[in-house]
C-alpha cells in the first residue's frame, strides 16, 4: 500500500464503511486477519485495556488519507489518556505544503478527541520529524 500511495495512487483505507482488505500486505503478527490490516474487533480488544491503564496514546494517522485512518471513536477505548497525534507520510504531500497549516489543519480534525497534547508530521522516508 505505502508503494502504491508513493507512486501516486489514491487508496481508500475504509470502503463501505468497513475496514479495506490488504492487497499486497505481508502477513503481521497482529491481532488481525493475517492479511496487514486487522479488523476493527480486533482493534478494541487490543485498545480497550487502554482505559483502565494509564498511557500516552501514540495515535497514527495517514495523512494520505486521514478520513479513514482517524479514529473518531478511540476516545471510547483508551478513555481519558492523552494522545499523541502523529501524521504520517508528510513526504508524500504536494511539494510546498507548508506543514504548519497541515498541522493545524489536522488539530482541527482531531479537535472532537480532546486530550491530544501534540500534533507531530513524520515523514520515515525521509527521516523528517523523527528527530530524537
Known sequence: RCRRLS???II???VEGRLRPAQDAAPTNSPGNGRGITTPEALRSVLKP??????LIALLVDLTDVAGTLLPRVRELIGANPI???GTKA?????GTDLDEVREWLGGAANRL???LDIL???SKQ???MQA
Open 127 to 129: 527521516g523528517d520529524g
Open 12 to 14: 481508500p483505507a475504509v
Open 50 to 55: 487502554l482505559r483502565e491503564r494509564k498511557a
Open 91 to 95: 513526504d508524500l504531500l504536494p511539494r
Open 7 to 9: 507512486q501516486g495512487e
Open 114 to 116: 480532546g486530550g491530544v
Open 84 to 86: 499523541l497525534l502523529i
Open 121 to 123: 508530521l513524520l515523514s
